[in-house]
């Protein structure tokens, strides 16, 4: 066994430890994600997978063929022909098209042989990360120029355009990952304040992907400060600067939220890695450049770029708290930073919004609300400046700006609005939607109608005057056109006309009263200094008037202001502040694994989820009381049928906790031991079934569906006696009911019988009714129904599957839906219309003409529009023979078996002899990893019940087989499929 490797590549023939790969280019891996020079470098875009791979082992692909990663830690045993990797780890497959790379995550737990030759290292992919001691010493027969010499830089760029392939086309991002990605764009709302910018951010962030909170101006009112910090560069004065920043935005005056809307508490070692890295990547990149442009090598990083990466970082940080993809900036002044941008972002991420309103209503905004300047003369003055920044980017790149006017939203929000979700690009479901059953992406109409409602506007409305407007209807809207025409004084007018008429003019804004340069006012010295010092008398005004009318508003101010005003020797994390030097390696190795303060659910092994749900905010994100109130009961009863068969049994259902919506329904529904009497009394079974509904009404759907099942199957065995029928005719007959009733339930929804509008909300449905023979199971979607059966005198158990998931990962159902229409392919396939994508995501139907309905389910109860593509509500009955001794079923949505093998539910359920307290389990283990893998839980419903044989009935239980194991079994299936 050898840790170090022979590489050979072309005429490459280098050794390198395990060590030396380590060093080699790990400082600079993350410049993989600004510099992208050809595409191979480009596979190592995403910071995640680079830093994860710094020693990776590359399997090169050829077009239409697969390139394997291996990670670190896995052993290597060579050969003179070969090398065979030992181990278990994360790998990466990407698939090699001509125009593009994607990224896919999958688990390696085999060995695996290739040949040398094809093998070499992801610092030797003749990559920017090469440049270190050892690559250098490697490539120039021991040469040790300097590390930073223009001439070893040149020489590395030659070496890199020599052995790249030219002619490899630009390939486009990997699409669909998890997280928010340094390769993402990141977006700034630009223009003036009080132009409408809080209004359109609670628009846009009820986008899925995106989030946009309330901006403590990080860049605007750190940049004048940084002197006092000293020297960035130097760790200590960093830690400082970060400290002060996160204590800025911990402050904010309105606050901002995780994902659980709990209080963002930035963890500083979290941010001072990201910052390093970032810093580290960002230097490098600027050397690069320097070096192609044949410029002086800077030889360190400016303070305000160090400023930018706190601010970066805390961006990043707070969008995969909150399990979004996308960030927006809406500190409206940050086009005056636009240099700095462009050079930290680059093109390829650096994207402006623009909102512009006309300045007499802004100046007329300002004069009424409690923030900011108070004299139209330092109200307009800034509101022109801030223009020209704008209209600067607007002219020198236009294709990094869009344009939006105030008015022009205010006469019709939602087209406006769907021209910037446009240009903000595809939206993505993220990781709180990957999961759902359909994917429901909010149309234009929903994202305006929704921002009224929306957490980030719910949160600002009561805090202060600024942002009363946020709640209002269209009715308030109408009222904002030009309304300094009616309520400015017309000597206001003319001055704010004065101070922007050539901004006006612009911008498409017609001056009322000045029509030409010599119309406007000669602002004087004196006039200024008047001006000057009556804005810092209304501004006092102004917060003694805030101090009465709302003194925890100002109180709020205050507390932020006061972060600004602490030196350089105060603190807020002391032992942030202590801790000593770090270097990069400490940070790439750290950095995936320093999470949030308060994020993190850790569990104790002796947590009794037996006595769910108490203690339940231990496990989730939730308080106990409102996990016990969304948390239903139907608690351990016996009900005996003929024929001996005695059934204890017990349901749980817990509402799902979505992060966003609180107090969305159940939508799951079960039937909980309804008995059939027939005629003379005569009890010949027992029904049981769980619904589980989807879509926005799939509440609805999922009781409407209980209903039609439970009436029409109980009523039509109670008006049929089924005593004296051969057996099978009374499994057909069984059969056949469950089946009508399926499809009457689903009749119902698609027609609107029920009033339920079911285009895209449907449920599905898994029924068991025991009779004294038999389990009959009838099963539409991806709810389930398991036997677990008792063997070896008990000691032992076999769990058998009665159902099977309708998904379309079926060939059989596959079939169905191609040939009724419907597309089946992944999420990242579609998006990249290119259905051999290889993908590990869920696969889902779709239909050809767009991104409907995304059902990740083949047979459904309702669902009207994924009816037209082959999803189908007949379902699929089984018939099994009851086993001699006895056994216990368990009944459940997939919010219970998206999370326990089937399995471990086996092991839960004979643990204990009351039901109650299985079903107590297997709910709150499936909500406790629910949460730990997706920060969410779905609806989780379960019935566990003990079927115990009292007396052994006609049809002898000495047959063990559970499916078709006799000639009369299998004449029922014969029979019933002559039927249908």
């Given at each position: 066994?050898?840790?170090?490797?022979?590489?050979?590549?072309?005429?490459?023939?280098?050794?390198?430890?395990?060590?030396?790969?380590r060093?080699?280019?790990?400082?600079?891996?993350?410049?993989?994600?600004?510099?992208?020079?050809?595409?191979?470098?480009?596979?190592?875009?995403?910071?995640?997978?680079?830093?994860?791979?710094?020693?990776?082992?590359?399997?090169?692909?050829?077009?239409?063929?697969?390139?394997?990663?291996?990670?670190?830690?896995?052993?290597?045993?060579?050969s003179?022909?070969?090398?065979r990797?030992?181990?278990?780890?994360?790998?990466?497959?990407?698939?090699?098209?001509?125009?593009?790379?994607?990224?896919?995550?999958?688990?390696?737990?085999?060995?695996?042989?290739?040949?040398?030759?094809?093998?070499?290292?992801?610092?030797?992919?003749?990559?920017?990360?090469?440049?270190?001691?050892?690559?250098?010493m490697?490539?120039?027969?021991g040469?040790?120029?300097?590390?930073?010499?223009?001439?070893t830089?040149?020489?590395?760029?030659?070496?890199?355009?020599f052995?790249?392939?030219?002619?490899?086309?630009?390939?486009?991002?990997?699409?669909?990952?998890?997280?928010?990605?340094?390769?993402?764009?990141?977006?700034?709302?630009?223009?003036?304040?009080?132009?409408?910018?809080?209004?359109?951010?609670?628009?846009?962030?009820?986008?899925?992907?995106?989030?946009?909170?309330?901006?403590?101006?990080?860049?605007r009112?750190?940049?004048?400060?940084?002197?006092?910090?000293?020297d960035?560069?130097?760790?200590?004065?960093?830690?400082i600067?970060?400290?002060?920043?996160?204590?800025?935005?911990?402050?904010?005056?309105?606050?901002?939220?995780?994902?659980?809307?709990?209080?963002?508490?930035?963890?500083?070692?979290?941010?001072?890695?990201?910052?390093?890295?970032?810093?580290?990547?960002?230097?490098?990149?600027?050397?690069?450049?320097?070096?192609?442009?044949?410029?002086?090598?800077?030889?360190?990083?400016?303070?305000?770029?160090?400023?930018?990466?706190?601010?970066?970082?805390?961006?990043?940080?707070?969008?995969?708290?909150?399990?979004?993809?996308?960030?927006m900036?809406?500190?409206?002044?940050?086009?005056?930073?636009?240099?700095?941008?462009?050079?930290?972002?680059?093109?390829?991420?650096?994207?402006?919004?623009?909102?512009?309103r006309?300045?007499r209503?802004v100046?007329?905004?300002?004069?009424?609300?409690?923030?900011?300047?108070?004299?139209?003369?330092?109200?307009?003055?800034?509101?022109?400046?801030?223009?020209?920044?704008?209209?600067?980017i607007?002219?020198?790149n236009?294709?990094?700006?869009?344009?939006?006017?105030?008015?022009?939203?205010?006469?019709?929000?939602?087209?406006?609005?769907?021209?910037?979700?446009?240009?903000?690009?595809?939206?993505?479901?993220?990781?709180?939607?990957?999961r759902?059953?359909?994917?429901?992406?909010?149309?234009?109409?929903?994202?305006?109608?929704?921002?009224?409602?929306?957490?980030?506007?719910?949160?600002?409305?009561?805090?202060?005057?600024q942002?009363?407007?946020?709640?209002?209807?269209?009715s308030f809207?109408?009222?904002?056109?030009k309304?300094?025409?009616?309520?400015?004084?017309?000597?206001?007018?003319?001055?704010v006309?004065?101070?922007?008429?050539?901004?006006?003019?612009?911008?498409?804004?017609?001056?009322?009263?000045?029509?030409?340069?010599?119309?406007?006012?000669?602002?004087?010295?004196?006039?200024?200094?008047?001006?000057?010092?009556?804005?810092?008398?209304?501004?006092?005004?102004?917060?003694?008037?805030?101090?009465?009318d709302?003194?925890?508003?100002?109180?709020?101010?205050?507390?932020?202001?006061?972060?600004?005003?602490?030196?350089?020797?105060?603190?807020?994390?002391?032992?942030?502040?202590?801790?000593?030097?770090?270097?990069?390696?400490?940070?790439?190795?750290?950095?995936?694994?320093?999470?949030?303060?308060?994020?993190?659910?850790?569990?104790?092994?002796k947590?009794?989820?037996?006595?769910?749900?108490?203690?339940?905010?231990?496990?989730?994100?939730?308080h106990?009381?409102?996990?016990?109130?969304?948390?239903?009961?139907?608690?351990?009863?016996?009900l005996?049928?003929?024929?001996?068969?005695?059934?204890?049994?017990?349901?749980?259902?817990?509402?799902?906790?979505?992060?966003?919506?609180?107090?969305?329904?159940?939508?799951?529904?079960?039937?909980?031991?309804?008995?059939?009497?027939?005629?003379?009394?005569?009890?010949?079974?027992?029904?049981?079934?769980?619904?589980?509904?989807?879509?926005?009404?799939?509440?609805?759907?999922?009781?409407?569906?209980?209903?039609?099942?439970?009436?029409?199957?109980?009523?039509?065995?109670?008006?049929?006696?089924?005593?004296?029928?051969?057996?099978?005719?009374?499994?057909?007959?069984?059969?056949?009911?469950?089946?009508?009733?399926?499809?009457q339930?689903?009749?119902?929804?698609?027609?609107?019988?029920?009033?339920?509008d079911?285009?895209?909300?449907?449920?599905?449905?898994?029924?068991?009714?025991?009779?004294?023979?038999?389990?009959?199971?009838?099963?539409?979607?991806?709810?389930?129904?398991?036997?677990v059966?008792?063997?070896?005198?008990g000691?032992?158990?076999?769990?058998?599957?009665?159902?099977?998931?309708?998904?379309?990962?079926?060939?059989?159902?596959?079939?169905?839906?191609e040939?009724?229409?419907?597309?089946?392919?992944?999420?990242?396939?579609?998006?990249?219309?290119?259905?051999?994508?290889?993908?590990?995501?869920?696969?889902?139907?779709?239909?050809?003409?767009?991104?409907?309905?995304g059902?990740?389910?083949?047979?459904?109860?309702?669902?009207?529009?994924?009816?037209?593509?082959?999803?189908?509500?007949?379902?699929e009955?089984?018939?099994?023979?009851?086993?001699?001794?006895g056994?216990t079923?368990?009944?459940?949505?997939?919010?219970?078996?998206?999370?326990?093998?089937?399995?471990?539910?086996?092991?839960?359920?004979k643990?204990?002899?009351?039901?109650?307290?299985?079903?107590?389990?297997?709910?709150?283990?499936?909500?406790?990893?629910?949460?730990?893998?997706?920060?969410?839980?779905?609806?989780?419903?379960?019935?566990?019940?003990?079927v115990?044989?009292?007396?052994?009935?006609?049809?002898?239980?000495?047959?063990?087989?559970?499916?078709?194991?006799?000639?009369?079994?299998?004449?029922?299936?014969?029979?019933?499929?002559?039927?249908?």
């Amino acid at each position: 066994m050898r840790t170090g490797f022979r590489i050979r590549k072309k005429s490459a023939n280098l050794a390198y430890s395990d060590q030396e790969l380590r060093e080699t280019g790990v400082q600079n891996l993350k410049a993989f994600m600004r510099v992208q020079p050809c595409a191979q470098c480009k596979i190592f875009s995403h910071r995640e997978s680079a830093i994860a791979r710094a020693t990776a082992i590359i399997v090169p692909p050829t077009t239409g063929d697969y390139c394997k990663v291996y990670p670190p830690g896995l052993e290597l045993e060579e050969s003179q022909d070969s090398v065979r990797l030992v181990g278990r780890g994360l790998s990466s497959y990407w698939y090699c098209s001509e125009s593009n790379y994607t990224v896919i995550n999958a688990t390696f737990t085999s060995q695996k042989t290739v040949s040398i030759d094809d093998i070499y290292t992801a610092e030797l992919l003749f990559t920017l990360a090469s440049i270190s001691t050892t690559s250098i010493m490697s490539r120039s027969n021991g040469n040790k120029d300097d590390l930073h010499s223009e001439h070893t830089l040149k020489s590395i760029s030659k070496q890199h355009e020599f052995e790249c392939d030219n002619k490899t086309k630009p390939i486009s991002e990997p699409k669909n990952t998890d997280d928010a990605s340094t390769t993402s764009q990141v977006f700034f709302m630009i223009g003036c304040q009080r132009s409408g910018s809080n209004w359109l951010r609670t628009m846009l962030s009820e986008r899925e992907d995106l989030i946009a909170p309330h901006p403590p101006h990080i860049m605007r009112d750190f940049m004048p400060q940084l002197e006092k910090y000293g020297d960035l560069s130097k760790q200590s004065n960093l830690k400082i600067l970060i400290d002060h920043v996160c204590a800025f935005v911990e402050h904010n005056q309105v606050q901002w939220l995780d994902l659980h809307s709990r209080p963002m508490e930035f963890e500083r070692d979290a941010i001072f890695m990201e910052v390093m890295i970032t810093i580290a990547c960002f230097g490098f990149k600027e050397k690069y450049t320097a070096m192609q442009g044949g410029n002086k090598i800077k030889e360190t990083v400016e303070n305000s770029y160090y400023l930018l990466a706190v601010f970066d970082a805390i961006m990043s940080t707070t969008t995969k708290a909150n399990g979004k993809k996308i960030w927006m900036c809406k500190s409206m002044g940050m086009s005056q930073f636009h240099d700095i941008l462009l050079s930290f972002y680059g093109k390829e991420r650096l994207r402006y919004i623009y909102l512009v309103r006309d300045p007499r209503d802004v100046c007329l905004s300002f004069m009424k609300t409690p923030v900011g300047d108070c004299h139209p003369f330092a109200i307009v003055k800034k509101w022109s400046k801030l223009q020209n920044f704008a209209m600067h980017i607007l002219h020198s790149n236009p294709d990094l700006i869009h344009q939006v006017c105030y008015e022009e939203v205010l006469g019709d929000k939602k087209h406006q609005v769907a021209k910037v979700v446009e240009f903000m690009g595809a939206r993505d479901v993220c990781r709180s939607m990957r999961r759902g059953s359909i994917i429901a992406i909010k149309d234009e109409n929903e994202v305006v109608s929704g921002a009224k409602k929306g957490r980030e506007a719910l949160m600002a409305l009561g805090l202060s005057y600024q942002f009363k407007n946020l709640a209002r209807g269209d009715s308030f809207t109408k009222g904002q056109f030009k309304k300094w025409a009616k309520e400015m004084k017309e000597e206001d007018i003319r001055l704010v006309e004065s101070i922007a008429f050539n901004e006006m003019k612009r911008l498409g804004c017609e001056p009322h009263l000045i029509h030409n340069e010599e119309d406007r006012i000669d602002f004087t010295e004196e006039l200024i200094h008047e001006y000057t010092v009556e804005n810092e008398k209304l501004i006092a005004k102004m917060n003694a008037d805030l101090a009465v009318d709302n003194p925890a508003d100002l109180e709020r101010r205050k507390i932020q202001a006061a972060v600004l005003e602490r030196t350089a020797s105060e603190h807020y994390d002391e032992e942030f502040i202590q801790s000593s030097i770090k270097d990069i390696d400490w940070a790439l190795d750290n950095i995936g694994s320093v999470q949030l303060k308060g994020i993190e659910r850790t569990l104790s092994e002796k947590f009794e989820f037996r006595k769910w749900p108490m203690n339940a905010s231990v496990v989730g994100f939730q308080h106990d009381e409102e996990v016990a109130d969304r948390f239903k009961l139907q608690d351990t009863q016996t009900l005996k049928i003929d024929g001996g068969i005695s059934i204890t049994f017990a349901a749980a259902s817990q509402a799902g906790y979505y992060p966003t919506d609180r107090n969305k329904p159940n939508q799951d529904a079960f039937i909980g031991g309804e008995v059939v009497t027939e005629k003379a009394n005569h009890k010949s079974g027992v029904l049981f079934a769980v619904f589980d509904g989807h879509g926005p009404n799939g509440h609805d759907c999922a009781l409407s569906a209980v209903e039609t099942v439970k009436s029409l199957f109980v009523q039509e065995m109670r008006n049929i006696s089924t005593r004296k029928m051969e057996i099978c005719d009374r499994s057909i007959h069984t059969r056949d009911l469950l089946s009508t009733s399926y499809h009457q339930a689903s009749m119902e929804l698609v027609n609107g019988d029920m009033g339920i509008d079911a285009s895209q909300s449907g449920t599905t449905a898994t029924s068991l009714f025991i009779t004294k023979d038999f389990l009959h199971v009838a099963n539409v979607g991806d709810s389930r129904c398991l036997l677990v059966e008792h063997i070896n005198e008990g000691n032992d158990i076999l769990v058998k599957p009665l159902t099977k998931d309708h998904t379309p990962d079926q060939v059989s159902e596959i079939k169905r839906i191609e040939a009724s229409g419907g597309v089946v392919m992944t999420s990242d396939q579609l998006d990249n219309d290119d259905p051999n994508l290889i993908s590990f995501q869920q696969k889902r139907i779709w239909s050809k003409e767009g991104k409907w309905p995304g059902t990740a389910f083949t047979r459904s109860i309702g669902d009207s529009l994924a009816k037209e593509l082959g999803v189908i509500a007949e379902p699929e009955c089984e018939d099994f023979l009851i086993p001699s001794a006895g056994a216990t079923f368990v009944l459940g949505s997939d919010g219970v078996f998206d999370f326990i093998p089937n399995d471990e539910i086996g092991a839960a359920v004979k643990k204990y002899e009351d039901p109650a307290d299985a079903c107590r389990e297997l709910v709150g283990k499936a909500f406790n990893r629910w949460c730990n893998s997706e920060g969410r839980t779905d609806d989780i419903t379960v019935i566990v019940g003990h079927v115990h044989v009292v007396k052994c009935s006609s049809v002898g239980r000495k047959i063990e087989n559970v499916k078709h194991a006799t000639n009369k079994m299998k004449m029922i299936l014969k029979r019933w499929e002559s039927k249908k």
